[in-house]
Nanobody, 117 residues
Framework: QVQLVESGGGLVQPGGSLRLSCAAS????????MNWYRQAPGKQRELVAR???????YYADSVKGRFTISRDKVKNTVQLQMNSLEPEDTAAYFC???????????WGQGTQVTVSS
């Protein structure tokens, strides 16, 4: 059974950092397109960062230069390093895996990030 389990969320002050991790089982993060999405209260879920099979990455304009997505093929995990956090980054963050050829995707249960003083 495919599972994506996020961890690393929490409460942080503005300007601080957090590192989210997504542990995958029954799928290879090196094969799938791996995404981090976020959803703030009352807002639509938005794509934050993506890493594709070849290793290329994509970032939303709002996080470019502050967030970094990476993957560990040995541990089969995907990370999101978040620096210079702002209150606007407060949201539930979700790990997502997209099959590169089929209409098939999986979601984690989400982890809450709150940026507040």
């Amino acid at each position: 059974q495919v599972q994506l389990v996020e961890s690393g969320g929490g409460l942080v002050q503005p300007g601080g950092s957090l590192r989210l991790s997504c542990a995958a089982s029954e799928l290879a993060v090196s094969f799938y397109t791996m995404n981090w999405y976020r959803q703030a209260p009352g807002k639509q879920r938005e794509l934050v960062a993506r890493i594709i099979r070849g290793g290329d990455t994509y970032y939303a304009d709002s996080v470019k230069g502050r967030f970094t997505i990476s993957r560990d093929k040995v541990k089969n995990t995907v990370q999101l390093q978040m620096n210079s956090l702002e209150p606007e980054d407060t949201a539930a963050y979700f790990c997502n895996a997209e099959h590169p050829e089929l209409t098939l995707q999986y979601w984690g249960q989400g982890t809450q990030v709150t940026v507040s003083s």
